[in-house]
């Protein structure tokens, strides 16, 4: 995920593939999700532009909610070290190396009649690994509280639908964990909180938590919010490390439009400095959806960073068009849908029987 959105009202979304970054307006059987991670160099030639380093292939539902997301090309840095390391061996550096890891597969979603999530199935697995499918079904309450059915999280909403809390795990248990969060009168998230138990490493590498000192605040954080331009909005976010003594504290500034498309996004250190600096670039067609974003990335030294995201989406209308400009009907041999036909039902197939399952 990009994460160049930004929406205060709604602090934490459930399922990530609700986010703009994923969907689109409009009548749309599918779209293509393509990702460049860095600037190209000399080189890189002309393949830059034409290789994605990431590409999805996302077949929406009659909600117009991502139904199945199909893995084009997909892939992960994986560091794997050639001996031991252990935490309490401090100032022994043991060699590691790095390697491409690709993975495969697809992802399959369902929802309720109100265009809720009500389980997924993840099909994907990395290069040479034996893995099943593995998946989660949700359920919700009369106020629309989601509950996991494997699983102990509850994300609890108030009586106008805002989230105020997610708990996840129980009291008993060291992974417990409490976030709370109160908003305006617009709606806008002001106050984040999270308590969990206090924990560390021993040189074991065994978790150790303190549960003899009682569930504690770990992090809290203010919003705070200002517009600078019309239909441009700032918002100051200012992070406190409650556990710690003294407590720690950072910024982050968000500017935003009232769409809720980042312009800007700026990250303090501790001491108060800017350490990076991002900018948010989009395209969009002529029915408003976006087809293009590049973020440029600079550390507070004003030095660009070398890696550079560039996303591209290719939306495939169900009038026949192609990212929305009419001028340009997708021919028949060309449809992406044709190609995966055949993937599509055996991982309908594969999601059938776990929905029996479950």
């Not at 929802?111 to 079904?137: M, N």
């Not at 003899?212 to 441009?232: H, Q, V």
């Not at 720690?248 to 600096?277: N, P």
Request: aromatic share 18%; glycine share 8%.
């Amino acid at each position: 995920m990009s994460d160049f959105f930004f929406d205060p009202a709604q602090a934490v979304l459930f399922n990530k593939y609700d986010s703009p970054e994923y969907t689109v307006t409009g009548a749309v059987d599918s779209f293509l999700y393509k990702r460049w991670d860095r600037l190209p160099d000399k080189s890189d030639g002309n393949k830059f532009f034409s290789v994605p380093d990431t590409q999805y292939h996302f077949k929406l539902n009659g909600q117009g909610k991502p139904h199945t997301m199909l893995v084009h090309k997909d892939h992960r840095m994986v560091r794997q070290w050639l001996g031991e390391k252990r935490y309490g061996e401090e100032g022994r550096e043991q060699p590691i190396s790095y390697y491409k890891a690709f993975y495969s597969g697809s992802k399959t979603f369902d929802y309720d009649d109100a265009g809720r999530i009500t389980s997924y199935l993840d099909a994907t697995k990395f290069d040479h690994q034996e893995r099943k499918p593995f998946g989660e079904k949700f359920s919700y309450d009369k106020s629309g509280s989601i509950y996991r059915v494997f699983g102990d999280d509850r994300y609890i909403f108030d009586d106008s639908a805002k989230l105020v809390a997610i708990i996840k795990g129980e009291e008993s248990d060291g992974y417990y964990e409490k976030q709370n969060f109160k908003y305006d009168e617009q709606g806008r998230i002001i106050y984040w909180e999270e308590f969990g138990y206090d924990s560390e490493h021993d040189a074991e590498e065994n978790l150790i938590y303190h549960f003899e000192k009682g569930i504690l605040l770990m992090f809290s954080a203010t919003y705070c919010y200002k517009e600078i331009s019309p239909g441009i909005t700032q918002c100051q976010q200012d992070f406190t490390v409650e556990y710690e003594n003294p407590k720690q504290y950072r910024k982050t500034i968000i500017v935003y439009d009232s769409q809720g498309y980042k312009t800007s996004h700026e990250y303090y250190e501790f001491d108060g400095s800017l350490y990076e600096r991002d900018e948010y670039h989009f395209e969009f067609d002529d029915r408003g959806n976006w087809i293009k974003m590049i973020k440029n990335i600079r550390f507070g030294n004003g030095q660009q960073n070398r890696s550079q995201p560039r996303i591209e989406r290719e939306i495939y209308y169900s009038d026949g068009t192609i990212s929305g400009t009419y001028q340009n009907p997708l021919p028949e041999t060309e449809s992406v849908d044709r190609v995966t036909k055949s993937l599509v039902g055996k991982i309908k197939s594969l999601f059938e029987r776990f929905l029996r399952i479950g």
